[in-house]
């Protein structure tokens, strides 16, 4: 028989350690012994008998058999939400590229509780006949203080320790022989903050003015439509029969996803299982957290990076001791210490959110569905616009696509969408950010006491350069990727490193209209409030969100009717549902369509649908006004028409000639340094050992300048490499990681490994 070795983290507390310990697993615990059990292990010269947790079973020995030491035995109960998260920390470490350090603080808890004065209780645990005889024996004795306390206890069970110590005038003294003979325990009450209430005090304020959705109030559980309801029939009647699977509900905007999403919440929780929801943005919070609450109640909770170090505890202490069932947040709630968790849901699944920008740099869709296989839980994909790689799962059989291609209210139908060409407004002599068009419908919607949102496709995009006459923009020879402008007047790719500098004219039409494109919101609102002196403006980006709450704030005052207009970027057009929006103006939809990104058709489509989707959601109809340079890109033709499918195939075309994801995978490796010099040579050895590795099919691209060549006073590279198969981009970033630990020249670069990167580094 073969033998079975186990590879254990020792100390998960200390940071020097970052390896596995290989151990013998003995014959009788074979067949028992799991990846994520605690186990007992003799460690160090003297074999003393420490704890580890079991990261890895394996049939092949790292080293000498006869030097191995064996495993003594596994720690009772020890199959924790804590084991199963440190198992997912080595399994982001060795997918991802990372400290086993960085990993586990990725996914453990914080350690530290916010220290404030404990609470203290008295609480009669005596049986009743011993009660008795303690208060016979006080009167007989003369004890008043302990029938006072006696007295007290018999009204109310517990009491507060500091009342009772100060009311009756008691002593430490008088407690210590009634603890000691078992009939009282005084005991540390453990009270945690809920999210909930303090998001209600930001809202309501002192005043007491309700918010657009009521917290006090339970809402009806709304009617499923045939399509919903047979999304929701399949998942739990699988779900019941022990089928544990990966579905992307595809459904347009305003399909009613979100009562999909409840109805299989209920199924698994009256399952006694708990739920985790991700949510892309905090912005979300807001809206989704409400609906959830009025239909669970105090059984969900809220995390998310906002929240005080104290706060985020308080939570993690509710998921762990079973006091919620439900956890709602952005990527870092996926690592809710939840023991019985069920069922997964990744709301918008296609945002760049859920890819992480630290080390280890995971995808939370990737991360979550390891995470539901260690749980034997379920995973739900839910998006208007899903990502080409979930879609392309789903087409080739890996995912169950659910489609919902109806909007949930029947009153509702998707809004008209024009395209408004930006060429011919300059030529009519328009100079304005706002077309013609939008204009007017902006003033029909503002007689009307109608809202409006606009929105501005700017947050996280480089400066391009494109022309103004025939709306061409500057674009690499060999990436089919736009230049990104420096501040120097250079024009780079930051895929291949192709760099030319700012042209005079347009290298398309030679018009002398070329010049950087960009505009920000603020910018827009002074637009506004110039040209609808009458309207009420509210503004929601980065700036007027960046105190605590400043989401909810704006949000609930749009939604109270308290602004006929809505200026904001990407946060404004996800998963809000604003009944009284019917008009939706896309100011600058090229911008995200000339990022520096093999990705950018693909996010302008998402984004765009998005937008779109915000519009007619009520009994009234809606519109958008899409304004472009661009109008006839597929992108902008088939965000218009919310036609998912007609995009998908264009798309997926460029992909395959191009050989980017899903087509072909993709590895990002991110170098980085205060040292250019040291770096350049670094990012070339590093180079030379792939190119050594004589990969069969493996393209290479760079060394080059990262897209922000230096941060911080850090100098940055990367590389990509391409190839088809995942696993043979696995097997060389294991190899560079082998390379890089035994060379002593690489102390002072710091690197990062991104799989299929969702944006330029």
């Given at each position: 028989?073969?033998?079975?070795y ?44 420490r ?8 049939d ?30 080595w399994?982001?470490?060795?997918r991802?590229?990372?400290t ?6 990725t ?47 018999k ?11 100060n ?23 453990e ?8 998001m ?33 029939y ?38 006694k ?8 943005e ?39 001791t ?8 952005p990527?870092?709630a996926?690592f ?58 789903a ?18 139908a ?5 395209i408004v ?21 902006m ?42 402008l ?9 895929y ?10 347009c290298?398309?039409?030679g ?6 494109f960009?505009t ?13 002196p ?21 949000l ?8 006929d ?38 996010r302008?489509f998402?984004l765009?649908t998005?937008?779109?989707g ?16 661009m109008p ?6 088939t ?15 460029y992909?395959?000639?191009m ?22 040579s ?24 990262a897209?922000?060549?230096r941060?911080?006073?850090s ?15 696995l097997?060389?970033k ?23 990167p969702?944006?330029?580094?």
């Amino acid at each position: 028989m073969t033998g079975l070795y186990a590879n254990v983290i020792i100390d998960i507390s200390h940071e020097s350690v970052d390896k596995t310990f290989q151990y013998r697993v003995p014959e009788k615990l074979r067949g028992t012994l799991k990846v994520g059990q605690q186990v007992y292990i003799p460690f160090g010269a003297g074999s003393r008998r420490r704890k580890g947790y079991v990261v890895e079973l394996t049939d092949e020995p790292e080293y000498d058999v006869a030097k191995l030491k064996e495993i003594e035995g596994i720690v009772e109960h020890s199959v924790t939400a804590q084991s199963q998260l440190i198992w997912l920390a080595w399994w982001m470490k060795e997918r991802y590229g990372s400290t086993m350090n960085q990993a586990l603080k990725t996914v453990l808890p914080v350690k530290q509780k916010i220290k404030e004065a404990p609470k203290r209780q008295i609480r009669l645990i005596g049986e009743k006949e011993a009660f008795r005889e303690a208060v016979d024996l006080a009167e007989r004795r003369g004890y008043k203080a302990r029938l006072r306390l006696f007295c007290l206890l018999k009204e109310k069970n517990p009491v507060p320790y500091d009342q009772a110590m100060n009311r009756l005038n008691l002593t430490p003294a008088v407690l210590k022989p009634l603890e000691e003979a078992g009939l009282i325990r005084v005991e540390i009450v453990e009270k945690y903050r809920n999210p909930l209430l303090e998001m209600k005090r930001l809202l309501t304020g002192e005043t007491g003015r309700a918010s657009a959705m009521d917290f006090s109030e339970s809402s009806p559980i709304p009617v499923l439509n045939e399509e919903q309801q047979a999304a929701a029939y399949r998942i739990c009647r699988e779900y019941d029969r022990g089928i544990r699977a990966t579905y992307l509900l595809h459904g347009i905007t305003g399909s009613g996803k979100t009562e999909v999403y409840m109805e299989l919440i209920r199924h698994v929780v009256e399952k006694k299982k708990q739920v985790i929801l991700l949510i892309p943005e905090i912005s979300l919070t807001w809206q989704t957290v409400m609906r959830f609450y009025k239909r669970f109640g105090n059984r969900v909770s809220l995390l998310h990076s906002r929240m005080s170090p104290g706060e985020r505890y308080d939570q993690y202490e509710r998921a762990r001791t079973g006091d919620i069932d439900i956890m709602i947040g952005p990527r870092s709630a996926l690592f809710a210490p939840f023991e019985r968790l069920g069922l997964i849901i990744i709301d918008e699944e296609h945002e760049n959110a859920y890819q992480s920008e630290l080390s280890p740099r995971y995808d939370a869709r990737e991360t979550a569905k390891e995470r539901a296989r260690i749980n034997q839980a379920s995973l739900i994909l839910g998006s208007a616009t899903p990502s080409l790689e979930s879609y392309t799962k789903a087409v080739l059989g890996e995912y169950i696509l659910l489609k919902l291609t109806r909007r949930a209210k029947a009153s509702a139908a998707l809004p008209q969408a024009e395209i408004v060409d930006l060429r011919e407004e300059l030529k009519a002599g328009n100079r304005s950010i706002f077309s013609r068009r939008l204009k007017e419908l902006m003033e029909d919607r503002l007689k009307k006491g109608e809202q409006t949102m606009l929105f501005i496709n700017r947050r996280g995009y480089a400066n391009f350069v494109s022309c103004r006459s025939c709306g061409e923009a500057i674009r690499c020879p060999h990436c089919d990727v736009t230049l990104t402008l420096h501040k120097d007047g250079r024009l780079m790719c930051h895929y291949c490193g192709h760099t030319v500098m700012q042209p005079k004219l347009c290298p398309s039409c030679g018009s002398a209209y070329i010049a950087p494109f960009g505009t920000g919101t603020q910018k827009i609102e002074e637009m506004a409030v110039k040209m609808f002196p009458q309207a009420r403006i509210l503004r929601m980006d980065l700036d007027t969100t960046s105190k605590k709450g400043g989401h909810q704030e704006i949000l609930s005052a749009f939604a109270r009717g308290e602004a006929d207009i809505l200026i904001g970027t990407q946060m404004i057009v996800k998963g809000h549902d604003f009944p009284d929006v019917t008009l939706v103006g896309i100011v600058a939809a090229d911008i995200s369509l000339y990022a520096s990104d093999y990705r950018a058709a693909e996010r302008t489509f998402q984004l765009l649908t998005q937008a779109v989707g915000r519009a007619g959601r009520g009994s009234k109809a809606g519109e958008a006004v899409i304004q472009t340079y661009m109008p006839e890109h597929y992108s902008i033709q088939t965000a218009a028409k919310q036609d998912y499918d007609a995009f998908y195939e264009q798309e997926i075309l460029y992909r395959e000639l191009m050989g980017y994801p899903p087509v072909d995978e993709m590895l990002g490796i991110y170098l980085s340094g205060k040292d250019l010099e040291k770096l350049e040579s670094c990012a070339e050895q590093l180079a030379e050992w792939i190119r050594n590795a004589h990969v069969e099919g493996l393209c290479l691209i760079g060394p080059a300048d990262a897209a922000l060549a230096r941060k911080n006073d850090s100098y940055r590279k990367v590389i990509y490499m391409k190839h088809e198969k995942k696993i043979i981009l696995l097997k060389i970033k294991k190899l560079l990681e082998q390379q890089i630990a035994g060379t002593d020249n690489w102390n002072d670069i710091f690197i990062q490994f991104d799989y299929n990167p969702l944006q330029a580094y």
